[in-house]
């Protein structure tokens, strides 16, 4: 086996590792499904008739509800990450020939993997609500993208918070403010309308331009200076996390 | 010390574990003050000593765990700092704490040290290891439903995963009940038959007495003694002959006849020096006869290592004092 093959082949055994582990809790995978479904029906039926946002409420809600539901599975992450380091297992993997990156990997991978399934789910859910996005085939490519490039951003931040936590239980406190901010942005209604304070926050804030270049995609007409905003958020989202894990995880294992 | 130290006239090519000068401390506190000694090939050496001695330190820098400060360490001929990986894949390490996932069954935990390890035909070792250490019928339930001592079990076959040739085994059978503190010694036996060599910390002198060829005594950071059990227990005078008799009378005329020997009036017996071999053993034996004493009761003690344990750190404890 080569130099190279060896941390792929390791990703892989940990990656099956952390997918046994997400089958044997389904309970967290349906958690991480239903509740932003279940905001949804909220958002679409209840409050969704008193907003004025200048087109069919469900086309407006969709895109933020994407992003909502990739910040909402993040918890169990964190709390996996975190047990990984204080149980016994992870002395185990470091006294081995292991590569060092590929516990990490493992988790970043099924996380990504579980955001994309519950935002297929959302999609789902969407059009069965009357979601009629005009996007064309180039835009959902672009969508797509933006989705996995923020769920692998949001994966690794997260794993970093997990490895950074002190026990299980702040671990899954941590990635609190990561499922508030959506409330805080454009998702379920324009930041003009916001009060002073909220709305400057909701402006310039990173879930704001990630949504808003979903928004555009989804609607046919991408905002190229969101989307640049979008993707510089999201890739340093992405490196901060990344480099966070990892010195982490130095410093632990 | 009195006891031969550490190197055997064999040389470095037998030694699959050598350390020379090992320090390590945490800020202020010195946790090993220079320590040297050999692991030959194939044997199973013991390091024993109280709580906090520093043994959990040695294994973790031996497995290449924690960093030296200062010293030489090499495990299977690699240096543990600079050739970690090469060290890594000839190691095997069960540790205090059972290192199993618990969110996985027994089979999936040893089928998955299987794949990282890249064993050939992973399903037949995994098989057999669950045989040997008689899991077989909870081998599909979650390694969280396991009783502790099922744990260990579960956590040693994983370290035998891949037949590592150095086993590291860390007070392997702290808090198991006595069954299965005989278990595990058998398969530290059974390991060692094939080869294998192993390092083991304990603080139960019976355990380093039943599976070690060498012990090194470890405390507060330093080897105060290495030896073989039998050339321990030779340190500590107190070799002894007890007899016990039917009456007070005749423990009397018995302790008066014997010189050196101490009474004990409640218990009827009484202790005679001696250096326990066949002559001394006669001479000892006529003497009473010339006298018409008949003891009820006649045994040759050894010191055993609890002896041994407590008269070197009592000695140590009384250097520290005297500094």
Redesign the interface.
């Known amino acids: 086996m080569s130099a190279v093959s060896i941390p792929f082949a390791d990703s892989a055994i940990m990656l099956r590792r952390n997918l046994k582990h997400t089958m044997r809790n389904p309970t967290v995978v349906f958690n991480a499904i239903l509740f932003p479904i279940v905001m949804m029906l909220m958002f679409v039926y209840v409050f969704g008739g008193a907003f004025n946002v200048g087109e069919k409420y469900v086309d407006y809600a969709t895109p933020g509800l994407i992003v909502m539901a990739i910040s909402y599975g993040l918890g169990s992450t964190a709390t996996a990450v975190n047990s990984d380091m204080t149980k016994g297992i992870i002395n185990r993997f470091k006294v081995m020939d292991v590569s060092r990156g590929s516990v990490l990997t493992g988790h970043v991978i099924v996380t990504a993997v579980r955001c994309l399934v519950a935002d297929a789910a959302i999609i789902g859910v969407a059009f069965a609500m009357g979601f009629r996005p005009a996007a064309s085939a180039l835009d959902w490519l672009g969508a797509i993208g933006l989705v996995l490039l923020v769920s692998v951003a949001a994966s690794w931040l997260t794993v970093a918070l997990g490895l950074a936590a002190k026990s299980v239980e702040s671990a899954g406190l941590a990635t609190v403010p990561l499922i508030m901010l959506p409330f805080l942005s454009s998702a379920f209604a324009p930041a003009q309308t916001m009060a002073p304070g909220v709305r400057q926050f909701a402006e310039y804030q990173p879930f704001t331009p990630i949504i808003e270049t979903l928004r555009g995609l989804l609607s046919g007409n991408p905002p190229a200076s969101q989307a640049m905003a979008a993707v510089a958020w999201s890739a340093g989202f992405a490196l901060v996390g990344y480099l966070w894990a990892v010195s982490t995880f130095r410093k632990r294992a | 010390m009195g006891v031969r130290p550490g190197t055997d006239g064999e040389g470095m090519r037998n030694s699959d574990i050598a350390v020379s000068g090992l320090r390590k401390a945490y800020g202020d506190k010195v946790v090993l003050d220079g320590i040297d000694f050999d692991v030959t090939a194939g044997s199973v050496f013991s390091m024993l000593g109280p709580n906090g001695a520093g043994k959990t330190t040695t294994v973790n820098v031996l497995?290449?765990?924690l960093k030296a400060d200062a010293g030489t360490v090499r495990v299977a001929g690699h240096d543990v700092a600079s050739e970690t990986?090469e060290v890594?894949?000839a190691?095997g390490?069960t540790?205090q704490?059972?290192?199993?996932?618990?969110?996985?069954s027994g089979r999936?935990n040893l089928r998955?040290?299987a794949?990282?390890?890249?064993v050939r035909s992973g399903g037949r070792v995994v098989t057999r290891l669950l045989e040997r250490f008689d899991l077989v019928e909870s081998a599909d339930r979650?390694a969280s439903t396991y009783s502790g001592g099922m744990r260990r079990k579960l956590d040693l076959a994983?370290t035998l995963v891949g037949s590592p040739r150095i086993i590291f085994l860390d007070e392997p059978t702290t808090g198991l009940d006595p069954r299965s503190r005989r278990t595990m010694w058998e398969i530290v036996r059974e390991l060692v038959t094939d080869g294998t060599t192993i390092f083991l910390t304990t603080q139960y002198l019976d355990e380093a007495d039943q599976l070690a060829d060498r012990i090194a005594v470890l405390d507060q950071g330093r080897l105060i003694a290495q030896g073989t059990p039998e050339e321990l227990k030779r340190t500590v005078p107190g070799t002894h002959v007890r007899l016990r008799f039917a009456s007070l009378d005749e423990l009397d005329t018995a302790a008066r006849v014997l010189a050196g020997s101490t009474p004990d009036d409640q218990e009827l017996t009484l202790r005679v020096p001696s250096d326990g071999d066949s002559r001394s053993l006669r001479a000892l034996l006529d003497r009473l006869d010339e006298h018409m004493i008949d003891a009820k009761e006649f045994s040759v003690q050894t010191p055993d290592l609890d002896d041994v344990f407590l008269a070197l750190t009592e000695r140590t404890g009384a250097e520290v004092i005297a500094q």
């Open positions: 497995t290449t765990l990986r890594r894949a190691i390490v540790g704490f059972a290192a199993v996932d618990e969110l996985l999936e998955l040290m794949d990282l390890k890249r979650l994983m």
